[in-house]
């Protein structure tokens, strides 16, 4: 039988829209196939490697009361729409967790790591006691030690900090966890003079 008069026409438009419908459905269905997965940062960091450099009489750092030398220095924002400083403003920041810290800073020249924003403290704290692995037990009866929780800069924004130290001898108060800005203070001190 042959297709005569309009209706051939219409049924090559209607066989072309098919073909260009299924193409589209096949198309979507391959592009969601190959959507990549969200991947989560390296965020580990092999505290074993870090280089243990002497401690350094001026600026003193104490920990616990303990002389230390600052290693590594962890910051993320706080919140979703948290942010940080660019990096040339952080060692800034850690006047706001204890004072005269920066001179510590420019003398101990850290490692400093931003970590993507977190959403809570507790979240962060969760991260960095996962991804910084002191030696031994948590660091217990090595030089290592650490601290870990919120601080505010000058102008009352949270931001989340970490901190890895070292002393020139083994510690046995080696993982601290600050609960609030203020605790800082109270945990690390900075002496400028003898």
């Known amino acids: 039988m042959q297709l005569t008069g309009w209706f051939a026409p219409v049924a090559g438009v209607l066989g072309v829209i098919l073909l260009l419908f299924a193409a589209t459905l096949v198309r979507r269905w391959l592009r969601r196939k190959r959507k990549p997965k969200w991947v989560e940062p390296d965020l580990r960091i092999d505290v074993s ?3 243990l ?13 303990e002389p230390v030398r600052l290693d590594i220095v962890i910051l993320a924002p706080a919140g979703r729409t948290g942010t940080l400083p660019p990096p040339r403003d952080w060692p800034v920041l850690m006047e706001a ?12 020249e850290p490692q400093f790591i931003r ?23 948590r660091g217990r009866g090595t030089p290592f030690c650490a601290a870990v929780g919120p601080a505010r800069n000058a102008e009352g924004q949270l931001f ?11 510690l046995f108060l080696s993982l601290e966890e600050v609960e609030s800005e203020t605790m800082w203070r109270r945990l690390i001190e900075v002496r400028a003079r003898p």
């Open 49 to 51: 490697r870090v280089e």
């Open 160 to 170: 989340l900090v970490g901190m890895v130290m070292h002393a020139d001898h083994p």
């Open 53 to 65: 450099r002497p401690v350094l009489d001026l600026p003193k750092l104490l920990f616990h009361g």
């Open 97 to 108: 967790i204890a004072p005269g810290l920066m001179r510590v800073v420019q003398a101990h």
């Open 115 to 137: 970590w993507p924003a977190q959403l809570s403290v507790n979240g962060f704290v969760h991260q960095f006691f996962r991804n910084v692995v002191l030696p031994g037990d």
